[in-house]
């Protein structure tokens, strides 16, 4: 199939997302993370990439920082550009699920709409949106990084939870609550969904 935008010609392979599947031996999805800075996000996708790898899974973390570091460097935290910064994410996730790969995205990606436009780009059972759900108030004792201090001072504007809203996800397929478990019951739970949907199950070479 030829997808055509303007003069734009999307170029298919030779190597469908089945022939990864059967190389990697093993099916992929997008775990999309998302929670008030500070919930635990990265940690948990960490942890959880290393369980993966224990497993024999090809996986890889997306984490919002990093990101930021060089492909959406350019980007601010405008409600505009978190928008521009969640879209480029989710098509960066898309053809690392098309490589047959576990992506892990661990972004505050604190709008539901935003959240959803990645979702549709993607089949159904591919995305599956992980809320990592802490109290603002444990998340702010916590404050790894110094940001809420420097946000209720004024010295960062449009911060999610102080400055900007955070929209919980209404129906996510996983709800962790890192207030509650520790990082190891946290990752076992995730675990355990990926084994009930078969996404841990070995795909052999026909």
């Not at 990439?49 to 919002?64: C, H, P, T």
């Not at 690392?96 to 892990?104: P, Q, R, S, W």
């Not at 990606?109 to 159904?124: G, I």
């Not at 962790?176 to 084994?195: A, F, R, W």
Request: aromatic content about 10%; overall charge neutral; some cysteine.
């Amino acid at each position: 199939m030829v997808h055509l935008i303007g003069n734009i010609v999307w170029q298919e392979t030779k190597v469908s997302r089945e022939d990864r599947y059967r190389l990697n031996k093993h099916k992929s999805c997008l775990l999309w993370f998302t929670g008030l800075s500070g919930a635990g996000k990265s940690t948990l996708a960490i942890a959880l990439e290393k369980e993966l790898y224990d497993f024999g899974i090809r996986s890889y973390v997306l984490d919002g920082d990093n990101i930021r570091h060089g492909l959406n460097k350019n980007l601010g935290f405008s409600p505009e550009d978190r928008k521009e910064n969640i879209r480029r994410i989710g098509e960066v996730a898309k053809l690392f699920v098309d490589a047959g790969l576990f992506a892990l995205s661990a972004f505050i990606s604190p709008y539901r709409e935003d959240r959803q436009m990645v979702r549709e780009r993607f089949v159904p059972g591919e995305f599956i949106e992980v809320y990592v759900k802490c109290p603002l108030e444990v998340c702010e004792r916590r404050d790894p990084k110094g940001l809420y201090k420097k946000a209720r001072k004024g010295e960062i504007q449009n911060f999610t939870g102080i400055s900007a809203p955070y929209e919980e996800p209404l129906n996510p397929e996983i709800i962790v609550e890192t207030d509650k478990q520790t990082l190891e019951q946290s990752v076992q739970q995730i675990i355990g969904y990926l084994k009930e949907r078969g996404l841990l199950d070995m795909v052999h070479g026909g």
